[in-house]
């Protein structure tokens, strides 16, 4: 299948994510979550119960090291209601990042990417913008967080396979999945004719 420009560097931007975050991991391997006297018996296997912590350190961290990770700058100050967790600044050009966590230890099952209104309002309204998904590995021990090194799934809505539940009108996908190397216009079409609650044309 021949790409198109903006394919071809939506390619490079996955391959770059993909590379920052195997360095971040490096660097950050793994962290407590509080002591042991305030969890005695550790952390129950939860991933959802610790993802907006993992995402608050990979983000944090990014920021820290952001020499050391070549980067020019990264922004973590975003609304909640935002698509992205952060924003990174390199080779002159913002990324699009959105963090999530998988149970490395556990079954891996379709999950919410993100609502199909604002996926299709933010790239219809921003001809720059594409979200970038990066899902860390991460194992429970004790009271301790550790990142998996050869769990790293990275993946851009555009790329994604489409599935929409009926029951809150988000894409659904596995973290590990073959993307689909569809056009910018192709996406937006996409999700407009796979919406089941939303007119968005």
């Known amino acids: ?26 660097i950050l391997p793994s962290f407590n979550v509080t002591d042991k006297k305030v969890l ?12 907006w912590l993992v995402e608050q350190v990979i983000t944090q961290q990014s920021k820290y090291h952001c020499k050391e990770l070549g980067l020019e700058d990264v922004n973590f100050d975003m609304p909640d209601t935002c698509l992205h967790d952060c ?24 999950n919410d990417i993100a609502a199909v209104e604002k996926l299709y309002m933010n790239y219809k309204e921003c001809s ?13 021990e004790g009271i301790k967080i550790v990142f998996d090194e050869e ?5 851009t809505a555009q790329f994604l396979p489409i599935y ?6 988000k894409i659904q996908a596995k973290y590990s999945h073959t993307p689909i190397l569809r056009s910018r216009k192709q996406f937006l079409d996409e999700l407009a004719n796979s919406s089941m609650s939303i007119k968005l044309r």
């Open 40 to 51: 005695p018996y550790g952390l129950k296997p939860h991933t959802r119960s610790v993802s």
């Open 87 to 110: 924003i990174v600044r390199a080779n002159k050009k913002n990324y699009y990042i959105n963090i999530k966590a998988h149970n490395y230890d556990g079954k891996e099952n379709q």
């Open 164 to 169: 929409v539940n009926p029951r809150n009108d």
């Open 151 to 155: 769990y790293l799934k990275v993946f």
């Open 1 to 26: 299948m021949k790409l198109d420009k903006q394919q071809k560097e939506l390619v490079k931007d996955i391959e770059f994510a993909e590379q920052l975050y195997k360095n971040l991991i490096k």
């Open 128 to 140: 720059e913008y594409n979200v970038i998904y990066v899902c860390v590995g991460i194992h429970f």
